[in-house]
C-alpha cells in the first residue's frame, strides 16, 4: 500500500501549498494558535502558514483534517515512517514537534512528564478558563446582566494565575533552566488577557508579579516576536 501523501489530505486542495514537501500550518493569530507558529521558529523548522479564516473552519475542506473545527491543525508530509500526518489539538501538536525534533521537552523521563503535566494545566485550566472569562467580559457575553458566569471564570483564572505565579518563584522558566513547550502554550493566554481582552485589572495582575516579569522573557524571544504575528491576518 502506498504511503500518505500531503496531496491524500483534501484540505491541501483549498489551501495548497507553497512548498509541499516542509510542514502545513493551519491556523490564525490567536493564543490557540500560535503556539505552533512559536514552536515552529522556536525550533527552525521550515513550514507554509496557512490563514484560516474563523468562517472556513466549519466547512468540509478544513473539517476533512480536524473534524473538531478548532484551530491549529497541521500536516507533517514526513511523519512516522515517512508518512504524512495530520494532527489537531495544539497540546497534541507541540509534544509531537517536540519529540520529533529533541528540543522544547525534557529527554529525562521525570522531568518529560513532569513538562506536560502543565501543557495539560492550560490545556485544561488557563485556556479554558480564561477564554470563557473572555468572553463574558469583553465580548457577547457583555450583555448578559448576570455577572455571575463572567464572575466565576474571572474568579477561577485568577486562582489558576496564582497557581502559576507560585510555580514560577525562584524559576526563569516553567521548568526552571528550560524553556519548553509548556511555556510556549501558556504565556500566549496571559498575554491575550492583557492584549486582547484587556483585562490587566479585572484579573488583578500586578498580583502576581512573577507571571509578568515572565510573560516579559517570553515575549522577549525573537521566536516569539516572529510566531505571534503568524500566519499573517493581511
Not at 500518505?4 to 489551501?15: G, M, Q, R, V, Y
Not at 521550515?46 to 478544513?62: G, M, R
Not at 485568577?158 to 501558556?186: C, F, H, P, S
Amino acid at each position: 500500500m502506498a504511503k500518505k501523501t500531503l496531496a491524500d489530505f483534501p484540505i491541501s486542495n483549498e489551501w495548497k501549498p507553497q512548498n509541499p514537501d516542509i510542514l502545513q500550518l493551519y491556523s490564525i493569530p490567536t493564543p490557540n494558535g500560535v503556539k505552533v507558529s512559536i514552536a515552529l521558529e522556536e525550533l527552525g523548522v521550515p513550514y507554509d502558514a496557512h490563514l484560516i479564516p474563523f468562517s472556513e473552519v466549519s466547512n468540509p475542506p478544513f473539517l476533512s483534517l480536524n473534524p473538531n473545527n478548532k484551530i491549529p491543525a497541521i500536516i507533517d508530509p514526513d511523519g512516522p515512517g515517512g508518512e504524512a500526518l495530520g494532527l489537531f489539538e495544539s497540546g497534541a501538536i507541540l509534544i509531537y514537534l517536540a519529540e520529533k525534533y529533541g528540543k522544547l521537552l525534557p529527554s529525562d523521563p521525570a522531568r518529560k512528564y513532569e513538562t506536560i503535566q502543565w501543557l495539560m494545566f492550560q490545556m485544561g485550566g488557563i485556556g479554558p478558563m480564561i477564554g470563557q472569562f473572555g468572553f463574558f467580559f469583553k465580548f457577547a457575553g457583555q450583555e448578559i446582566e448576570d455577572k455571575r458566569p463572567m464572575e466565576r471564570y474571572r474568579d477561577e483564572s485568577k486562582r489558576l494565575l496564582n497557581v502559576l505565579n507560585q510555580r514560577l518563584e525562584g524559576r526563569e522558566w516553567i521548568m526552571g533552566d528550560d524553556y519548553t513547550i509548556a511555556d510556549i502554550a501558556i504565556f500566549p493566554w496571559i498575554r491575550g488577557a492583557k492584549v486582547f481582552y484587556k483585562a490587566e485589572e479585572e484579573l488583578e495582575l500586578a498580583k502576581f508579579p512573577n507571571v509578568l516579569t515572565w510573560l516579559d522573557r517570553c515575549l522577549a524571544r525573537p521566536a516569539s516576536e516572529k510566531g505571534l504575528a503568524i500566519p499573517s491576518r493581511d
